[in-house]
């Protein structure tokens, strides 16, 4: 099996997946950033009763034909409206109400004339100029009558429409399930956070990792635990949790790479990794092997329908290629755009980097203003690679840029680059 490129991977799974059909039927302010499944319509009128849109007197619009500055016309007082108060009376000719913003309009009134282009005295309200028939009211329904297309399918739930759908009246709106991805560790010497470790133990990171991306994805995380070195209850787990109907999707980490149990032969026919040798047995292994570093070992299969995701152990290497490949799958499958991108700044390198011809290699940055200009320090696996990227090196990361291999595969010291800050604090 051919390794293939960045883009070709990112091109299948696509092509792959698809929006969920399963549909949540969901509360509107926790449907933020989530797809709608159905269109939704107006229920009720906006406004749903006509009112005034300014402080201000209801009217006849009739009584100030002849208004004017030298023979004004004078209008009874008979009732003051606010929000929420129903009028008691209509209004008939040479009379008017005192209404404020949003208040019910009184029947028998046509138009509001602004408080401040009239005066007052006693009981009687004094106009000076004509108002025309619909002035300064709100008529039922000219917002959003009922009925009326609000938002379609498909559209994203933003804070504003929490406001349109809650002034309609709507508490619960129908949003593509959020997909359910099951998460596995590999390797007998894992620990999860919590407990004591034991002798040539360590902790598992990339569980805890993978959980917190998933649901900044849009997914819905649940950690399964860690799956042994033994090929025989690698292929039962992943087979069992495919078929479970519980999971949409199957990530798993370690387990990728070239290893002495698949090396042995031991219940292996393929010279697959433990990951991908189960996902070749039990389901359709559609990938093993990429044209980049670090994650060059990704696998990515299926078993029983459902999308497998076999990244390589290594911390950094997981979330380069999860970014890459798994938060595409992800959204795609909750029907959301693609995660915003990064920022970007131009910054000058302090070393020399080179990529192997026909290989995409991403190197980490340290970032560091000095002088008025940025300046990025590669941070470099250490010789022999231990760890692909340790801790320490990794919490010093501010950002990263790649060389493509193909149509540049080496930067001198001093050249400018451009760099993906990952760091949403790095100023």
Request: glycine share 10%; with cysteine.
């Amino acid at each position: 099996m051919g390794k293939m490129s960045v883009e070709e991977l990112q091109n299948r799974i696509l092509e792959d997946l698809g929006v969920l059909a399963q549909v949540d039927d969901t509360p509107v302010p926790e449907a933020v950033g989530r797809c709608l499944a159905e269109n939704v319509h107006a229920p009720i009128n906006v406004p749903v009763f006509t009112r005034s849109a300014v402080d201000g007197y209801a009217i006849k619009s009739r009584d100030t034909e002849i208004a004017s500055r030298e023979e004004p016309v004078m209008l009874d007082i008979i009732e003051k409206v606010t929000t929420g108060v129903v009028p008691r009376q209509r209004i008939q000719s040479g009379q008017a109400t005192l209404v404020t913003t949003g208040a019910m309009l009184p029947r028998g009134a046509d138009a509001v004339v602004l408080v401040e282009n009239v005066s007052a005295r006693g009981q009687q309200v004094i106009i000076s100029d004509r108002v025309k028939k619909g002035e300064h009211v709100s008529v039922a329904g000219e917002d959003l009558g009922t009925g009326e297309a609000v938002l379609p399918k498909g559209h994203i739930v933003r804070l504003v429409d929490v406001a349109a759908l809650s002034a309609l009246g709507i508490s619960r709106i129908p949003v593509v399930r959020r997909p359910k991805v099951a998460i596995f560790s590999t390797g007998d010497e894992l620990v999860s956070p919590g407990h004591p470790l034991g002798p040539a133990q360590v902790y598992d990171a990339n569980a805890y990792l993978l959980e917190a991306a998933v649901r900044e994805s849009g997914g819905d995380a649940e950690r399964l635990g860690t799956i042994p070195d033994r090929v025989e209850q690698v292929e039962m787990l992943l087979s069992d949790t495919a078929q479970s109907g519980r999971f949409d999707l199957i990530v798993t980490t370690g387990g990728t790479g070239a290893s002495l149990l698949v090396l042995e032969g031991r219940d292996v026919e393929n010279i697959h990794d433990l990951i991908p040798g189960a996902i070749a047995k039990m389901g359709q292994l559609k990938s093993h092997g990429l044209l980049m570093v670090p994650g060059k070992p990704t696998a990515y299969g299926e078993i029983a329908g459902v999308p497998v995701f076999a990244l390589p152990g290594w911390p950094y290497s997981v979330i380069m290629t999860f970014q890459l490949f798994v938060a595409p799958a992800i959204r795609k499958m909750a029907g959301l755009p693609p995660l915003g991108a990064f920022r970007e700044v131009r910054a000058r390198l302090t070393q020399e980097l080179m990529a192997e011809e026909g290989m995409r290699k991403y190197f980490q940055l340290s970032l560091k203003r000095e002088n008025g200009e940025i300046w990025a320090k590669p941070l470099l696996a250490p010789r022999p690679p231990s760890a692909a990227r340790t801790i320490h090196q990794m919490l010093q990361g501010t950002g990263y840029f790649f060389l493509d291999g193909v149509s540049r595969t080496h930067v001198r010291e001093g050249e400018w680059v451009q760099v993906v800050v990952d760091d949403p604090g790095w100023q």
